[in-house]
């Protein structure tokens, strides 16, 4: 991220960086300048609070929009810290990189354009008092695109050094590919009266190739039976070239992700092969040692910590995957049996010597032959389940299994410790487990029931739970399946 706003700070736009709920994290020398705060004025503080149009919570509905179209565009007033108001013109990105996302705001101050506009609207008089003085380049054309009046901005943009360009045809300046799409907006502008707006490219005096935000409004003097059209050109070369090394930057970004992917699951697989062999190589000095040996009890200690890992290293790649949008889902028939299977190993497997009733309700689910995603059902049902063995250490963990209008129910209520209050909102989110001193003493990287609720709603399903502190919590997850069969059938 330092590298993007290191890009931007020599920018001829005002860039701000924000945290996906709308807290600025950075903003270049630009966007400081226009607005009239120091940094620390600014940093730390919801956008919303500088706005006169937006509310914080309208102005998260609006963030969320950019987090699913990966973009959004927006018109933003912006109190000044001197309390006078700007406009801004903005579009706004998701960033991402290396699993981090942030929100960049790339800004045009239009407060000019929009009181301009608002002047042509309320006088003859005004408009040209404002033609003249506008920045922005503004020339009044005849419907054959004669050119009537034009302002110094206007000979700015076009590089013009004197005034016998006047006259002058303005389809001489246009990039031959875009001559039709100007004549049609002259056409719908005079049919419909209204104003219409395009990008174009034009050629200047001195051969020169920029590209042009072009708006065109139809005008008619009743009293004189005259009627022009008056164009306000904005130079916009600039700004398109930043867009397109910003898309350049999130190009690279998505291709480093992919290679991180691809190095993750080169390391994992160089972990997992040594480590299989290890285990196979325990079982077999297990069965030569015997049990109830406190050598075999090393070795049982060994071969746990062992499957950890494996654990561990699987769950890294899974979330590696779900922040490079890059699961696939896969739909296969298999028998509910197997999510009874992987319930009684993941007890085997973590239980240990716990005094806990543990108890399986699979009366409502039967001997079925079900359709879905077997691999990540099954790793659904194991997370929930090894959450509950993890922070139950007395009491009992119950399991209900069925199947309601073909949503397949998955219910695991325990007496464990419970969630805290300021934990719940933050259960599922990548990397976190509540705060230090909550997981000090439990087992896990905490990413498990992350990758459980990306499974569930990317299976179409939910996942809820209800907890209070001490005294334990439940989970409840709603999964959408097919029954292919009911019995015992071979697969």
Known sequence: MDNLMNFFEENYEAIIVMDKTG???NINKVGLKQIGYNKEDIIGHHLSKFSKNYSEELYNKMLRKVIKNKRYNDIFYFREKSGKEIIW???LYLWRNSGDEKIVKVAKNISKKLKLEECLRESHERFFQAFEKSPIGIVLISEDMKIIE???SFKNILEISDNRYLKRNFKKNIYVDDIEKIENGLKESKKYENTKKIDIRIVTQKRNLRDISLTISYTKQVEIEKEFFILQLEDITN????NEKLKLLIKESQSLNKIKDSLLSNISHEFRTPLNRISIALDLLIEEIGKGTAENDLIQ???KSMNNILEYLENIILMSKIVSKSL???LEKFQTKEIIDGILDIKEKNIGNKNVKFEINDKKLGDKIIWGDKEKILKIVSEIVKNSIIFTQIGYIKINLGIVENMLEIKVKDTGIGIPEDIKERMFNILEQGDMSYKKSHSGIGIGLSITKTYVEGLGGTI????EVGKGTEFK???PIEIIKVGKIDI
């Open 150 to 152: 034009e302002n110094e």
């Open 477 to 479: 997850v709603m999964i």
């Open 23 to 25: 807290i600025v994290e």
């Open 464 to 467: 809820d739970f209800i907890t």
């Open 239 to 242: 700004e398109k070239i930043t």
């Open 328 to 330: 696939t889902y896969n």
């Open 301 to 303: 200690i060994i071969k």
């Open 89 to 91: 013109d903005s579009h």
